[in-house]
């Protein structure tokens, strides 16, 4: 039995030292395709099912191969599908790393069998900076301070805000970060977080965090939830419990996907921090590059706006997600 391991494992390793020479490099592809193994979060959000829609688009358009794997929000599948594209000898790995720390191991294993890394949407926490060639994703504190700062232009002279925050999955750099952010800009100000969970980027997490904060807490005049499924499910909840959400309880999120901005547009969100899931081009675009061993930024930032109520009504008719 261990002889016959052994020498299937001896056959595997040559059918992938033959691979690798008949391409001219580590790919998984008879001919000249670029293989790209992509690890997706999962389907936690609208924003989510967009970038998921944008990456697979743009990888056809781009001639593209996708090895495509959902992690069901789990850092374990991420690392499993990422070993997986390892072994498979992929050209290029592209992720969006759940949470942002505990990589360094899996990475470190990418780039020792050759297979660069791009890092798109969400960032690692690492003190290693060789460990990936590029980061492709949007500065998600600087979406926390413009969400801040709105509040705090919002409410001037109001002697005391109080806020609850619905924080997406722990650990992950865009929890971390909006947070951050929002803090940042309220500092100094009359704006208090009263209570703070998380809601796991998700609808029902939103709506089941936002029960219990309507329980413990008659005085919330604000949520703040770092993306639009989880303040749509406050939105439920708020109704839920008698009270007008957009009026008696102000909401801001992070996002801009088409229910968000329909919800704004009618008055039941009062500020939206738009997020932009459409990285699929781009990504391809750097992928090309990282393969050809071209040079390219450590980091690509994407460029957002802000939208209030008038102007989601102006935009809502021309939102592809
Ligand atoms: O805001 C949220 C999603 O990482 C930017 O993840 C992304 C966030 C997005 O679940 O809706």
């Not at 016959?4 to 001919?31: E, H, I, R």
């Not at 390892?86 to 294993?109: C, K, M, N, Y």
Request: proline share 2%.
């Amino acid at each position: 039995m261990l002889r016959k391991l052994v020498a299937t494992a001896a056959a595997v390793t040559l059918f992938g030292a033959l691979t690798a020479c008949g391409s001219g490099g580590s790919s998984g592809s008879a001919d000249d395709t670029i293989v790209m193994g992509f690890a997706q979060v999962g389907a936690e959000s609208g924003w989510r099912t967009a970038n998921t829609k944008s990456v697979q688009e743009a990888a056809e358009r781009a001639g593209i191969e996708l090895k495509f794997s959902d992690a069901q929000q789990k850092q374990e599948n991420q690392i499993k599908a990422i070993r997986s594209f390892v072994q498979q000898r992929v050209d290029v790995i592209a992720f969006s790393p759940v949470v942002e720390t505990g990589w360094d191991t899996v990475l470190l294993e990418a780039k020792r069998a050759g297979i660069p890394v791009i890092l798109t949407d969400r960032s690692i926490d690492s003190d290693d900076e060789s460990l990936y060639a590029t980061f492709l994703g949007s500065d998600f504190v600087e979406e926390g301070r413009k969400a801040g700062e709105w509040l705090v232009e919002e409410t001037e002279g109001e002697s005391r805000v109080n806020v609850v925050e619905l924080e997406g999955t722990t650990g992950a750099a865009p929890a971390i970060d909006r947070h951050t952010g929002f803090v940042e800009a309220i500092e100094g100000t009359n704006i208090e977080i009263i209570a703070s969970q998380t809601g796991d980027f998700t609808r029902s997490g939103g709506k089941q965090v936002m029960e219990a904060f309507l329980k413990a807490h008659d005085d919330i005049d604000v949520v703040y939830a770092h993306n639009d499924d989880m303040g749509l499910g406050a939105i439920e909840a708020i109704q839920a419990a008698g009270k007008k959400p957009g009026e008696d309880i102000k909401i801001i999120t992070v996002d801009a996907v088409k229910d968000g901005m329909q919800a704004l547009a009618e008055g039941r969100i009062n500020f939206i921090v738009e997020c932009n899931p459409l990285l699929g081009d781009q990504l391809m675009e750097l992928a090309k590059k990282v393969v050809a061993g071209e040079e390219v930024p450590h980091r690509v930032v994407v460029e957002e706006t802000t939208f209030t109520q008038e102007q989601a009504a102006e935009a809502l008719p021309d939102r592809k997600y």
